[in-house]
């Protein structure tokens, strides 16, 4: 089995070393100084604090050297991938499978869900449909990504907390191809259970993503404060009710209320959102995939989404001032 992970940054990066580790054929595609040392020294995984371990990948910044993939992960930003699509065709055989590992409403959402949006395509987050056309929805399996991870210096990921990617065909079976990959991944050491219902976890995630994240960079406060403020708290759960009744229109199912989902940010503790740190860093902020994405199935389905008009609309501006987004 031959696995490449496109966007080998923080979480790219504990999953290379982890399939690595595991005996299984993987390459990763990345840029910049975290590839040169990559090529040089190995990728380094730091984990339970202190533990270190170094493996020798393969990794490239051109995809044209790895050649066909049985399985392409790709760990990018979501507005970073759109840009990408021709860079990774090499990669792409007649039986590869596409693992989305992206946060946010993903591009293919609507493939094989069934009903009157059966095929609807997403311009926030596959603007001009160069996913849809360049990749093919067939290919693609749903992937939820839960740990949590950062490059403290090129070439060296500390792994924080998590080791669950949940894997999901869009038609909820349970695929060989999907199986397969939760084998391999399993036998790294991670979760991977293949789930039916693939978008409630995603909606579950998103939930978080879509209200934390913006409200965290407009106002600079972490999780466990913004959680328990009564104003920050009362737009996120705003926020998260409009997303609840979209998601609730299109079938999706949420394990838990709104309220314990927030309890659930507040036991987080002072983290600061990956939106927020991204604003500090100079970096583009996924405002699109986060909450675009959710202003634009709001707009599908009729749902007035006042709460999250209001906050895309603070959030956008704030990242134009500084030239992120």
Known sequence: MKICIFGAGAIGGYLGVKLAQAGI??????RGPHLEAMQSN??????????????????????????????????LKAHSVPAVVDRMQPLIGENT???????????WYFHKLGGRYEGTRLSSVDPDNAQWNGFGPDRVIGCVVYPAAEVVEPGVVKHIEGN??????????????ARSLSQALTSAGLKAPVRPRIRDEIWLKLWGNLSFNP????????????????????VARGMMVEAQEIAEKL??????????????GAAVGAHRTSMWQDLELGRPMEIDALVSSVQ?????????????????ALVQLRARTAGLY
Do not use: M
């Open 25 to 30: 054929d993987v390459s990763l595609v990345a």
């Open 42 to 75: 190995g990728l380094t995984l730091i984990e339970d604090g202190q533990e270190r371990s170094t493996v020798s990948v393969n990794a490239s910044d051109n995809a044209g050297v790895l050649g066909p993939q049985d399985y392409v992960i790709v760990t």
């Open 97 to 107: 499978t596409l693992v989305s590992g992206v946060n946010g409403v993903p591009w």
């Open 164 to 177: 669950r990617f949940s894997l999901g065909e869009p038609d909820g079976s349970k695929s060989e191809r």
């Open 215 to 234: 409200i965290s960079a407009l106002t600079h406060a972490t999780l466990d404060v913004l959680c328990t403020d009564p104003g920050t708290r009362a």
């Open 251 to 264: 079938g999706a199912k949420f394990p838990i209320d709104v309220d314990r989902r927030i309890e659930g």
């Open 296 to 312: 634009e199935l709001g707009r599908l389905t009729n749902t007035p989404t006042p709460t999250i008009d209001t906050v895309l």
